[in-house]
Each structure stands twice: as structure tokens, then as C-alpha cells.
């Protein structure tokens, strides 16, 4: 059996632990992945976890192996290639300054008026992520251990959630980490993403796989299935490398 034209893997929690850089052994079976064929790496992330996970430990390969990676950042909102030796941005669809404005002013008196809005935090409670805004209660950098107790039943998240969302009618306010809330475009999913990449690459959903380990209903893997690409379900790293050197020893 031929390998796929396209294989797209997620990454936390199927290429690599969550926050965690890639085992040495799923990095050497991706780059022989690379070799036979496309591969695309579709997160919620921003590309600096694809850079600390994924790019940065993987072993040195040719332009041309390099050259077949594509990385959806951000759910494919954001769209980087090889080029000239590096990971470059090919194009990033930001939020207008009308979305970005509206989105960080709600979001801080929303916060403000529950009482959610902290003084002392590990950094930044905004952050402009370009195709998204995150709030996070105690900054990007707080500790698990603060965040479980700020929020240890999630009513707060949900709360912020739900009265930014009703002031935001336009825009999408999902639930993110555990004491963080994302607002993008409407729609923004991974299945957004497939379809962007479908049409960039030319290769058609139905040749291509995804693998992911969020593929049942309440996943943020689902919307892929939804869509009607094949998938194959995993626990975890090592039953993904698994998966590919079955797609390399069969191919
Ligand atoms: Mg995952």
C-alpha cells in the first residue's frame, strides 16, 4: 500500500507529551516519514512550541526532507514552510484591529467586573497572539499548582467565558488551558485548518490521514473526523511512532 499523499499528525499528546520536546525516536521515524511523503503538524499551539517540541530536536535531514513539512500553528491560521535554511511565516490571518481591540477591552472589564482580574501573576494577563487573544488569569508562566487552586472547579473559566462570549457575538470564546480563555475568528478549528491546507497543498482530504489522541466528540482532534478525513486514533507518542513505521513497513 502506497504511503498517504498527506500524513497530519497533532502534536501534544500525540507526537510528543504536552509542553514536552519529542523522544529522539519519534523525531528519527518522522523524518523517515518525510522522506516518502507530505507531513503536516496541525495544533492550537503557537509556533514556538513547534519550534521548542518538534523543530528544534529533530535530527539534521536535506532541504528537500525539510522542504515537505507543513506546520499549522494556531490551528492552521497561521502557516509556516522551510525556507532558505529556516521555518518561515508564509502567511499568518491575523484578527482585524477592529476584532483585536474589541476582544482585549471586553475580556479585561469582563474579568474586572468578577473580580478575576489578579494583581500578582507569572507574567502578562493578555497576550495578542495575532490570530488570537488569551487571557490567563495568573500570566502565561504560572505555576499548575496556582492554577488548580485559583480555579479548581473551572466555574470561573466558564463564567468568564460565558460573559465575553455574550458581549463578543462575532468573534469565538472557547476555554483553553486550565485558567485561560482564547478568543479567535468563529469556526477556527483544526478542520478550518484542514481545509486551508488542502487548498495550499492541492492534495485532496480524502488522500489524506490524520492521526491524533482527541478524536471522540468533546476532542479538539474531532473536528477532523467531522470533516470526513481518515483517522487513526492514539494514546500517546509511542503508539503514533508505531503508527508510522506500520505506514513505512508497508509502503
Ligand atoms: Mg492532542
Known amino acids: 500500500m502506497p504511503l498517504p499523499r498527506l500524513v497530519a499528525f497533532d502534536l501534544d499528546d500525540t507526537l510528543a507529551p504536552s509542553k514536552s520536546p519529542v523522544d529522539p525516536r519519534m523525531a528519527e521515524v518522522l523524518v523517515r516519514l518525510l522522506a516518502g511523503t507530505e507531513v503536516c503538524i496541525i495544533s492550537g499551539g503557537q509556533i514556538a512550541q513547534f519550534r ?8 539534521i535531514a536535506d532541504e528537500a526532507t525539510f522542504g515537505r513539512l507543513h506546520l499549522m500553528p494556531t490551528c492552521g491560521t497561521q502557516y509556516y514552510r522551510r525556507q532558505d535554511g529556516e521555518w518561515a511565516q ?13 476582544a482585549l477591552e ?15 501573576t507569572w507574567g502578562p494577563i493578555l ?4 490570530s488570537q487573544i488569551t ?9 499548575v499548582a ?3 487552586a485559583w480555579d479548581p472547579t473551572g ?8 460573559a465575553a462570549q455574550a458581549e463578543l457575538p462575532d468573534l469565538e470564546v472557547r476555554g483553553g488551558g486550565s485558567t485561560s480563555v482564547d478568543i479567535t475568528r468563529r469556526g477556527i478549528d483544526k478542520a478550518f485548518g484542514m481545509k486551508r491546507l488542502a487548498e495550499i ?11 491524533g489522541d482527541r478524536l471522540d466528540p468533546t476532542g479538539n482532534d474531532y473536528p477532523v473526523k467531522a470533516l470526513g478525513v481518515e483517522c487513526v486514533a492514539v494514546h500517546g507518542w509511542e503508539d503514533t511512532a508505531d503508527v508510522i513505521e506500520r505506514l513505512l513497513a508497508d509502503a
Open 52 to 59: 521548542a517540541q518538534v523543530l528544534d530536536n529533530l535530527p
Open 90 to 102: 508564509v502567511y499568518a490571518e491575523n484578527l482585524t484591529t477592529d476584532e483585536r481591540d474589541r
Open 106 to 120: 471586553v475580556v479585561e472589564r469582563v474579568a474586572k467586573g468578577l473580580g478575576y482580574w489578579e494583581s500578582e
Open 127 to 130: 497576550e495578542d497572539r495575532g
Open 135 to 143: 487571557f490567563s488569569a495568573l500570566g502565561q508562566a504560572g505555576p
Open 146 to 148: 496556582a492554577k488548580v
Open 155 to 162: 466555574d470561573k473559566k466558564n463564567a468568564l467565558r460565558d
Open 201 to 211: 497543498t492541492g492534495v485532496p482530504l480524502d488522500d489524506m490521514l490524520f492521526v
